[in-house]
């Protein structure tokens, strides 16, 4: 049971390419979520998926988009990368049934774009 | 728009000390208030959680007080430990439907021995 799991760890892309972020759960959840982690900004919601098949823009959704491939996956697209998106990637996922749910986390993913 | 307000942004405590963190939120209609630590290198991990029906919550160490006339809440760590060194975030969110987190901007704790 490894939880959440993110590809890859390590990102450095030039300004104008493009990637995309994958992540995946293995606890059956249904809603997943990516967010942003900045210095002195805590984590911004860019995107989350409430189920399979659906997906809804966060809090800072421009320059991104994303995918729920299946129920385990989602990734996280950056079309072209900007040095503003230098940051943390997290996903996380809940089980999707409201009422206050833990948020289980992955390890992230560090970018940086030059 | 910043709707948690988390303070201090550092905080520094003697082992065996209390640390305090605090939030303040403004949205009336957020109805859950976790608080996340992370390590280093690692994703946050949920620490403890309150209810606004409750004025306080506590988990070992952990307490989450809780005052909904002033709208806030804070963390309070008893008899803080080296491995309590971490970031710690306040969060909040409307429990119903999806959970969309409103999170602080975190406090970084250092525990000394």
């Known amino acids: 049971n490894a939880g959440v799991t993110q590809t890859p760890k390590f990102q450095v892309l030039k300004t104008g390419q493009s990637m995309t972020l994958q992540c995946a759960q293995d606890?059956?959840?249904?809603?997943m979520y990516w967010y942003r982690q900045d210095p002195g900004m805590g984590l911004r919601l860019i995107y989350y998926?409430?189920?399979?098949?659906?997906?809804d823009k966060g809090e800072v959704p421009n320059g991104y988009n994303v995918s729920r491939l299946n129920k385990r996956e989602f990734s996280l697209r950056l079309e072209s990368a900007a040095p503003s998106q230098t940051s943390v990637y997290f996903c996380?996922?809940?089980?999707?049934?409201?009422?206050?749910?833990?948020?289980?986390f992955g390890p992230g993913t560090r970018l940086l774009v030059l | 728009q910043q709707q948690v307000k988390q303070s201090p942004q550092s905080l520094i405590v003697q082992k065996g000390g209390i640390s305090i963190i605090n939030c303040a939120y403004e949205n009336t209609a957020f109805d859950y208030f976790p608080w996340y630590q992370q390590f280093p290198g690692k994703g946050p991990a949920l620490l403890i959680a309150i209810r606004p029906d409750v004025s306080e919550k506590k988990e070992g160490r952990f307490t989450i007080s809780f005052n909904k006339s002033a709208k806030q809440f804070s963390l309070h760590i008893m008899d803080s430990q080296p491995g309590d060194s971490a970031t710690y975030f306040c969060?909040?969110?409307?429990?119903?439907?999806?959970?969309?987190?409103?999170f602080g901007t975190g406090t970084r704790l250092q525990v000394f021995p």
């Open positions: 969060a909040a969110s409307i429990s119903w439907g999806v959970d969309k987190l409103i």
């Open positions: 996380a996922s809940t089980q999707g049934q409201g009422l206050g749910e833990t948020q289980y």
């Open positions: 998926s409430a189920s399979e098949g659906t997906t």
């Open positions: 606890m059956n959840h249904n809603s």
